[in-house]
Nanobody, 123 residues
Framework: DVQLQASGGGLVQAGGSLRLSCVAS????????IGWFRQAPGKEREGVSC????????YHADSVKGRFTISSDSAKNTVYLQMNSLETEDTAVYYC????????????????WGKGTLVTVSS
């Protein structure tokens, strides 16, 4: 049974930090890329960051580059998203999802999805 369990969301002031975790089970972790998406109220879901567990390559959207860092611990089947210098615009529900490397990093391409975790950044 495939599961992606996201956690670590919460309320933080602008300029603060949070670390999200995504624990994966039910599939071969090292064969997949794990990505983080977010969806703010009234907006479409967008890709934030992604990491390939095959070769360690990473991607960050321009809006979070330099502030967010994605990492992976294959021993724990867990991907982390370290979010620093948070802005009110980062407020959203954050989802983790999995896709085989080589596929486009998009909502439509992801094979497995977890339930989201809410991040609220106050001014």
């Amino acid at each position: 049974d495939v599961q992606l369990q996201a956690s670590g969301g919460g309320l933080v002031q602008a300029g603060g930090s949070l670390r999200l975790s995504c624990v994966a089970s039910g599939f071969t972790f090292d064969d997949y890329a794990i990505g983080w998406f977010r969806q703010a109220p009234g907006k479409e879901r967008e890709g934030v960051s992604c990491i390939s567990n095959k070769d360690g390559s990473t991607y960050h959207a321009d809006s979070v580059k330099g502030r967010f860092t994605i990492s992976s611990d294959s021993a724990k089947n867990t991907v982390y998203l370290q979010m620093n210098s948070l802005e009110t615009e980062d407020t959203a529900v954050y989802y983790c999802a999995a896709v085989r490397p080589g596929n486009y990093f998009s909502v439509a391409s992801m094979e497995f999805w977890g339930k989201g975790t809410l991040v609220t950044v106050s001014s």
